[in-house]
């Protein structure tokens, strides 16, 4: 057996690996290729859990080893690239995030497993690992690592002082060629390494016109004692140009002798944003870096720490706390000045920010905007002054639109940059890859924020500011009658997010860039990768949807096309369904189009899509049964038993269900296809509980969050602690149940986006919870988020339960029947319209206890009865004890005595039968 790694090789691994993450994190910004974020996430992530892994430590320390190559390679990749990442190159970065991911599960399992269970689950947990290995290998095979890795480890070593050392190494970088990598590698290591690399401030702006009060402004609060500053505004108004010229201001200079620039555009919690300060500060990675970045700080001379695009890991709702506590650690050290770059018009809490406060930023003068137009594209001649002009007006003023709408004047003269403005508006000035060089991409991000995805009416009022380019008063606002509920509040989301702004008129107006935002991201890349969230990626799509059902629709009047615009609507779907954001309406012309083309994949995919909701399709199950195992494709008959079987247990048929599941999950163990196994698994925790098989039940759940590991998808493993959740409810084990919710939520939390669907899983499983605990008023909040989250026509089974739910509440609180009624009656009928069997059962179980209500006892029993007959034919235990229960109890008089004796007993004994 080997020996055990050293100490010092150890420390110095991890160091290095932290350092190659982050110079990853900060090459994705020049790249702006999806993944790259996550990839260095999640070696952060890894690194600091690996220091105090104790089984398998050798295995483990191999693969940190390995994954630091890996990053040196896609370092290299990314310095070398003249352009954007080609698909290809992004499909493996994908696949390498998705190892990861697995591979930071797999020591999270370890961590959480005290010493008896890791005993027990320690070949499990080896054979993960090796599965991790040998596809980390495989990648590194992939890159056929020479000395351009050679090069890259080397960067990540270096540590320089000045930006003229930082010229001359990108200068040896840009000479160098693949044979002369040794010769580089030894000038990079003879240079100075006082401080890191990863520590040198970004250039001072090149261009900075019309922002010289707001620089005076900043730098007259950066010279108060104890300076905490926020700089607020909008995607592109220029917050990031702002803070580096403070950085490099005169005055800011005498008084904080070290100035640091973090951008936390990787963070997506407070864990993840001390990770890249203490990285950056070049502190080692561990459970006590807060504590050492505070020490840092407080033994230092004194200093200016910029936080840019602090919003990242400030906004979502579960890691504000955290952040904002994190914040008033930092202001506690006197001797640290704190500027803060944020999207919108709010600072972060438990701030004592200083007064007075500054102003959101405003878009430039229209005399700063004409002369930072020329200084990029040169002097316009008369005959291009109107063109000037005009494009200054479609820039809104906006810096950013500015900047890049010049610089394609610049090459192509004005006359054709506002032709191709008119026909391509911001796809226009989407060539750059991030978010200060691409306006789609700055757009998107405040589109998608957290503020703006809880209040679907601020989008509404967006859209209507989009259609009103002079703006609209708060008087005609109030007066238009619109039908966009609290209208105030919408106001504030838009002005606090700084999607809109008001002008010296008082009127309410939308950014002229955002009007005209369209479409522009990888579908294919995401369907790919599914079970990776890519904040990049997945929130640029949702913020196009509407562009892509343009696009596609004018498609399909291109004949020759029939067959690609036909997948790509099937795969626009899929994204959908994925976001849980109903069905494409383009969906409705596939039909005809497969006809047309007699292309029987997109036949067969386009059914297995559709198949769980649309009973129209049942006589085409044999066809599609056969069509797979024509084909001996093992995997594609995994998926479409694992098909057949949501739509049976959509329709109520849970015996049919059960059986497809089990033929489903065969086939894909058969297959080895782990995310055709995790299909069949996420549904099977749900179909045994259903019949009062909890035990079942709780492995499946189990197995289910293995499967997820194995597969590298957090959202999976959230789901399936959620099926866990709901099965130990029915066990009567609540406590243990609200913590497997908290864990799912600390999962959603992690994940670079988030998930919409299983927000929902999660706030529909602590209402549960809660209602069994009697905890009325915590059941009733967790079905409005659900109401919140949902409708009618957007997840409409999950908003018809929370509305049948808090009926039920209602009830078990003694409401009266008015208040009952007031939220059964649209459940019951949403039940109906959607033809939901199990929806209607529900409705007519709760309609028997507004009979109690009415004290209308032996209707009760003879509607309880009828459900209980109900449950049974369809083997549903978790029913039949409801109704068993209401009919065993003495207060509500539907029993005679005996009988009641007899019920107490039957029940008991399924009680019992379901611990087993």
Known sequence: MPPPPAPDFVHNLLQYTQLSATTLHNLSDATGAPFLRTVAGLTL?????VQDV???????????????????????????????????????????????????????SQQELGKIKRFFKQNEITTMLEVCEAELIAALDLFHLQSGAQIAAA??????????????????????????????????????????????????????????????????????????????????????????????????????PHRHF????????????????????????SSQLTKAILRHFSESAPSMLVLDNLETPWEPAGSRGEVEEFLSLLTDVSNLGLLVTMRGSERPGKVRWTRPFLHPLKPLHSTASRKTFIEIADDPSEEEEADLAQLIDLSGNLPLAISLMANVASFEGYSTAVARWNNESTALLSDGHDKRSNLDKSISMSLTSPRMAASASAKDLLSLLSLLPDGI??????????????????????????????????????????????????????????????????????????NMHKVFFHGLADTSQLASVGRAILALEIFSAALARGSSPLIQYLPDLIESTGDNEMRWTYFTTCIKENSA??????????????????????????????????????????????????????????????????????????????TESLEYARSSQRAARLAGSLLDESVGLVDEAKTLCCLG???????????????????????????????????????????????????????????????????????????????AMGCDETEILRTFTP????????????????????????????KQPAEARESYIQCLRAYRTGNMAWGVMKCLEKLADLAYGMQEVHELLTLKAYINDLRARSLL
């Open 45 to 49: 992530s890894i690194v600091s859990i």
């Open 54 to 108: 104790k089984t398998n430590k050798e295995r483990c320390v191999r693969m940190v080893q390995e994954t630091h190559q890996l990053l040196c390679a896609l370092v290299t990749v990314c310095v070398k690239s003249e352009h954007s990442l080609s698909p290809k190159m992004l499909d493996h970065i994908g696949s390498i995030a998705q190892t990861l991911q697995k591979f930071q599960a797999c020591l999270r």
């Open 155 to 256: 960067i990540v070593e270096l540590e320089v002082e000045t930006e003229q050392r930082h010229q001359e190494l990108l200068e040896l970088l840009e000479t160098q060629s693949d044979d002369t990598g040794a010769s580089i590698r030894e000038s990079l290591l003879q240079l100075s390494n006082s401080s890191s690399a990863l520590s040198m401030l970004p250039a001072f702006p090149k261009l900075f016109n019309g922002r010289d009060s707001d620089l005076e402004n900043v730098v007259a609060a950066l010279l108060t004692s104890s300076a905490r500053i926020a700089v607020l505004g909008t995607g592109g108004i220029g917050k990031t140009t702002l803070a580096i010229a403070a950085l490099y201001h005169p005055s800011v200079v005498d008084r904080y």
């Open 262 to 285: 973090v951008s936390c555009e990787s963070a997506s919690n407070c864990r993840g944003l001390v990770s890249i300060i203490g990285s950056h500060l070049g502190l080692e990675a």
């Open 473 to 546: 008063s708060d008087e005609d606002l109030r007066a238009s009658d619109v039908p966009i509920p609290d209208l105030a509040q919408c106001k504030s989301v838009l002005l606090r997010t700084a999607l809109a702004f008001v002008d010296n008129d008082k009127r309410l107006k939308m950014l002229s860039p955002i009007r005209e935002y369209y479409f522009h991201e990888l579908l294919d890349l995401w369907n790919r990768h599914k079970q990776l969230s890519s904040g990049d990626l997945v929130s640029g799509l949702i913020s196009h949807l509407g």
């Open 617 to 694: 399709l049942e006589p085409l199950f044999p066809e599609a049964i056969e069509y797979f195992a024509a084909r001996n494709d093992l995997a594609g008959q995994a998926n479409i038993y694992n098909r057949l079987a949501a739509h049976y247990e959509h329709v109520g048929d849970y015996p049919k269900a059960r059986e497809f599941n089990a033929l489903g999950l065969a086939s894909a163990i058969k297959a080895d296809s782990i995310l055709q196994q995790l299909a069949a698994l996420t549904i099977r925790p749900y179909l045994e509980r259903l019949i009062g098989n909890y």
């Open 733 to 811: 084990k609540l406590s243990q149940a609200l913590d497997l919710c908290k864990r799912s939520n600390e999962l959603l939390s992690a994940n670079v986006l988030g998930d919409y669907a299983t927000a929902v899983e999660v706030h529909d499983a602590e209402a549960e919870i809660h209602f069994q605990k009697s905890e009325y008023v915590e059941a009733r909040k967790s079905n409005e988020r659900v109401l919140a989250l949902t409708a009618h026509n957007r997840s409409p089974y999950y908003h018809n339960n929370a509305m049948i739910n808090l009926a039920e509440i209602d009830i």
């Open 827 to 854: 459940a019951q009928e949403l039940s109906a319209r959607l033809g939901w069997a199990r929806g209607l059962l529900f409705c007519k179980r709760l309609m028997s206890g507004v009979y109690l209500v009415r």
